[in-house]
């Protein structure tokens, strides 16, 4: 397979499974830092052989419970070394995990947990109560192991095992077709689904998406680790590559653990590199630079046409803010402006944006590092097919993908998995097209609003048109009673009546580069920022509760 890659800049060891990860990280990459985080006052540095040795030994104490042959292990709470110990702990012991998202309600995650059949749940002390809610809902779980009181010594527990000469989890072999991992997705759009994936699903899907980059060593894990994209680029490609990763455990201490960990690149959501922004620019109007910054970009931008590049040194001051190494912010799990994109290359700062789907295990599409073209998602992964399936006049259709990295289906779920799964083609229900074999997100295919002269509209784009204007905090365009709808949040201070007719003036101007069709004609104002997923995805199908 690794003779197969056809664009790859860096040869990786090729690795069948997750555990075959884990065994060869402890030996390749010893004592260097795998992990830190903050402990008490300080920060904990964990070496790679470290690492090995504690997953080893939570897999033996997992077998010698009794837990094997695919049984299903909850994992809940906050990012942490101990959650990704577990996490490979469970996969590796040849059981399957499944990471349910901290931030759902007691009621919630009992029903994730009748549905994934889960014998055992591994949570944070933050989750107790909500583990009593539970019991009192009439869980039939069998065990719970908290990641915080009781894992060193149930690691310690292993590791005696091991030493006694019990080898469960040695002797334990990996069928990499089989389901390692129950991923139930955010539910932007309905009830959460459980996604099936598999050790070649996950194993596939990390190998050819850094085979593709060139990736600076050091990152912080901001994303939520339950989520794939959360564990795929910050955890299990890290890894791979023998990255050091600084774990975040909460957004107030975001911008301390970057400063302290100075990394070299960083997977985030749109929202957090929007931040990003935002706050270089406000820091640097706060302090009258803005004509002086706009100027230096424009002179480093001539510079750099005839080959000389001073970003690194003209910017540095803005680049020491995220701890003085960052080169490189890897964007997925939403679309992200030009503006941003554009933004960020101009000090320095190169953004890598793709596409994914929890059910591709996620990453389908990767820009890459020399080749990079604004308002696309970049190019399919090696050894991955997509194609647009019944293309309009302007190429665009749903997004089909086929390859490794697709998953096994839906689980207790054969209707729908038979709905979207077709002779090995995964129905994104995304829409999009190609060009010059760059694939770009048109929009949504739940979200398309077509109208009565059977033009389609899709909503993210007028969105993203309006997020521009001054004041507009957050926008989402829908169809009502046969019109086109902009709902908007803002949270500027000031006379709201004024903000709100300002709003509106610059919508028309918005329209005035719109066709028609797909023009405003109706604009709400709401006052509470609209409902969102934990990976802050706005819940559409809450707008109107």
Not at 473 to 489: F, K, L, M, R
Request: include cysteine.
């Amino acid at each position: 397979m690794a003779k197969e890659i056809k664009d790859q800049y860096v040869e990786r060891k090729y690795l069948e499974d997750l555990k075959e990860l884990i065994d060869y990280v402890g030996k390749e990459y010893g004592n260097k830092t795998a992990y830190r985080y903050r402990e008490g006052q300080g920060i904990t540095d964990v070496s790679f052989e470290k690492f090995s040795a504690d997953v080893t030994a939570l897999g033996e104490y997992i077998l010698n419970l009794g837990y094997k042959d695919g049984d299903r292990i909850a994992l809940i709470g906050e990012n942490s070394y101990n959650w990704v110990v577990a996490y490979f702990a469970v996969i590796n012991s040849g059981n399957v995990v499944v990471p349910i998202d901290k931030e759902l309600k007691a009621n919630e995650i009992y029903r994730l947990i009748n549905d994934s059949d889960s014998k055992m749940i591994i949570h944070s002390t933050s989750k107790n109560s909500c583990i009593e809610e539970m019991k009192d809902l009439g869980i039939v779980t069998e065990k719970f192991l908290t990641m915080d009181d009781e894992f060193d010594s149930a690691i310690c527990e292993g590791k005696k095992l091991i030493d006694s000469g019990s080898s469960m989890y040695s002797d334990v072999k990996i069928d990499r077709e089989k389901m390692c991992a129950l991923i139930y997705t955010s539910g932007t759009t309905g009830v959460p689904k459980g996604v099936m994936l598999s050790n070649k699903n996950l194993a596939t899907n990390a190998y050819t998406a850094m085979s593709c980059m060139i990736i600076p060593d050091v990152t912080v894990a901001l994303l939520p680790l339950n989520h794939t994209f959360g564990i795929m680029a910050s955890i299990i490609c890290q890894l791979w590559m023998g990255h050091t990763v600084f774990i975040n455990s909460g957004l107030k201490t975001v911008l301390q653990d970057i400063q302290d960990a100075k990394p070299g690149h960083i997977s985030v959501v749109p929202l957090y590199i929007e931040n990003f922004y935002k706050k270089i620019w406000q820091g640097i109007e706060k302090q009258g630079k803005t004509k002086l910054v706009k100027t230096m970009i424009s002179v480093s931008n001539t510079l750099r046409k005839i080959g000389i590049d001073l970003r690194r040194y003209l910017f540095k001051s803005i680049i020491n803010n995220f701890g003085g190494n960052l080169e490189m912010l890897i964007s997925g799990g939403a679309p992200i402006s030009d503006v941003y994109m554009k933004g960020f290359d101009d000090i320095g700062v190169t953004i890598i944006n793709g596409y994914g789907i929890t059910e591709c295990s996620p990453i389908v599409a990767l820009n890459r590092n020399n080749n990079i073209k604004y308002g696309t998602v970049g190019n399919p992964l090696c050894n991955t097919e997509i194609k647009i399936q019944d293309p309009d006049e302007n190429g665009e259709g749903e997004i089909w993908v086929k390859g490794d990295i697709v998953m096994m289906g839906y689980y207790h779920n054969e209707a729908e998995t038979a709905r979207v799964l077709k002779d090995g083609w995964f129905n994104t229900e995304d829409i999009g097209k190609f060009e010059n074999n760059f694939l770009s997100i048109t929009g949504r295919k739940k979200n398309i609003i077509i109208l009565d002269n059977g033009k389609n509209v899709y909503p993210e784009e007028i969105e993203t048109m309006l997020s521009f204007i001054d004041n507009v905090g957050e926008v989402v365009v829908y169809q009502e009673d046969n019109v086109i709808v902009a709902e908007v949040y803002s949270d500027a201070e000031g006379d709201k009546t004024a903000i709100q007719a300002q709003i509106k003036s610059d919508i028309k101007k918005v329209n005035s580069q719109l066709a028609v069709y797909k023009q405003i004609n109706r604009v709400k104002f709401r006052d509470e920022e609209f409902i969102k997923t934990t990976t802050k995805k706005i819940k559409r199908d809450m707008i109107h509760q």
